[in-house]
């Protein structure tokens, strides 16, 4: 069983809708499609999807073979919106977080299984305004608050997404240069240890020790032929779930986001237990 997060920048543009262009090259391919027919993963979480559900043209609304759940920015059109792909058929979902402000952006969705939860997540990002920092650390503080409560009910938790935050200073090629730089500000490195304190375990660092692993890079120059990159695509399990993680990897090397996507392989024990 393969789960993927992907933030990708852009749906209309990622699927061919919209013309996309990496440098000089302007493209409309379907590099979505064509990237879950190779992987063939059982549940595509994506982020940033900029788009409400009528402004894609109904061939590309789903790939074959998906059920398709989407929930959309309720206040400003091209803007956040989280979408899930799946082969298996959910007991329930559900879009809301139960507060306003956040619910209004479009960033949750919540998928129950018959073995497991998974929530697919676009933290907000930062930016350099107190304002909107703030609103990043009450968004975190109410994810966590949901979680708490959850943990109380289900042990099989996954939560993917685009955290816009990078943990450690091996989740960033440039750490020094960034450390007054929202996504990598103390106040929002700890939330991650907070998550961690919740018993929760970043997937990617159960196979890959090292630094020089990003999911993010900046569009400006040639950061990502250079590796100039960040972390801050997850996949977090419960601890109750790590003996059925098989492996949890990126993929740099496919194209159409700035971001790319992040692969959890679990056990199909996982879905028989």
């Known amino acids: 069983m393969k789960i993927v997060t992907w933030n990708v920048n852009g749906y209309r543009s990622i699927v061919g809708q919209n013309p996309s262009r990496r440098y000089d090259k302007v493209t409309r391919e379907n590099k979505l499609f064509d990237f879950i027919q190779r992987i063939d993963p059982t549940i595509v979480c994506l982020q940033e ?12 609304r789903v790939p074959n073979g998906y059920i398709p759940f989407y929930n959309t920015c309720k206040i400003k059109k091209g803007y956040s919106g989280v979408a899930v792909f799946t082969k298996i058929q959910p007991n329930d979902v559900s879009f809301d977080l139960g507060i306003e402000e956040f619910d209004a952006e479009g960033r949750f969705i919540r998928l129950d299984f018959d073995n497991f ?3 697919n997540i676009y933290f907000p990002k930062g930016y350099t305004d107190h304002e909107r920092l703030d609103f990043k650390m009450r968004f975190y503080d109410a994810v966590y608050d949901y979680l708490r409560k959850l943990k109380q009910q289900r042990q099989h938790i996954i939560v993917s997404g685009d955290y816009n935050t990078a943990h450690t200073e091996i989740d960033l090629a440039r750490p020094k240069e960034n450390e007054n730089v929202s996504g990598f500000l103390p ?3 700890v939330k991650l240890d907070e998550l961690v304190e919740m018993g929760f375990v970043d997937a990617f660092r159960l196979f890959t020790k090292e630094g020089g692993h990003y999911s993010w890079w900046s569009q400006r120059g040639r950061a990502r032929e250079n590796n100039v990159g960040w972390r801050v695509d997850y996949h977090f399990v419960t601890k109750e ?4 993680v098989q492996n949890c990897y990126m993929l740099p090397m496919e194209f159409g986001s700035d971001h790319c996507p992040v692969v959890l392989e679990f056990s199909d024990s996982l879905l028989n237990k």
Request: glycine share 4%; aromatic share 4%; charged share 30%.
């Open 49 to 60: 999807i900029k788009a409400d559900v009528e402004q894609i043209e109904p061939e590309l």
């Open 187 to 189: 106040i929002e490195r």
């Open 117 to 119: 939860v998974l929530l």
């Open 241 to 244: 779930l790590v003996g059925y």
